[in-house]
């Protein structure tokens, strides 16, 4: 199953790829990483979430998503150093690959519209397949080519 997860993430990883990345924001907000201009992204644990993590690499972008009460995409981000070893948590995969990577990401600018709700996804079939839809739980995905610029009009963020 990893190989074929590879494959998927693989293939969404163009040359500037998009991914999102959810926080809960009374954790770590928008607003701290605004304040704080930069952050390296931990507390990934999931199998699957960690494998969009090591796929990040330096100039990807990110859609930061405010889980909780806000349920919305709230800001675009930028991944300025890419996927490395966690230091918190050591070990490596049977792959030979560090267990629990990190990315650090900095902020670009916030989403202009607040339409881009998890209700308002949901219920645009464009999005169905999405991971934010089919694995509501999953902290780290990557936003699949063909739904990056609908998902963008959503927010207000172009690129």
């Not at 930028?78 to 050591?90: C, F, L, M, T």
């Not at 030979?96 to 990190?102: H, M, Q």
Request: proline share 8%; aromatic share 8%.
């Amino acid at each position: 199953m990893i190989a074929g997860s590879l494959v998927f993430f693989t293939r969404y990883h163009a040359a500037m790829a998009t991914f999102l990345l959810k926080t809960e924001p009374g954790e770590y907000s928008w607003d701290d990483l605004v304040r704080d201009k930069r952050t390296a992204w931990t507390g990934v644990t999931n199998a699957a979430a960690q494998l969009a993590m090591r796929s990040m690499k330096k100039g990807d972008e990110v859609l930061l998503y405010h889980t909780g009460a806000e349920k919305r995409i709230v800001g675009l981000a930028r991944v300025v150093k890419g996927a490395y070893p966690d230091p918190e948590n050591p070990g490596v995969t049977a792959a030979g690959d560090p267990k629990f990577v990190l990315v650090e990401i900095a902020p670009v600018k916030p989403a202009p519209s607040q339409n881009a709700t998890l209700a308002a996804i949901k219920a645009d079939p464009r999005f169905a397949a999405f991971a934010l839809v089919k694995q509501s739980r999953l902290s780290a995905m990557p936003v699949p080519v063909e739904i990056d610029t609908p998902l963008r009009a959503l927010t207000g963020i172009q690129r």
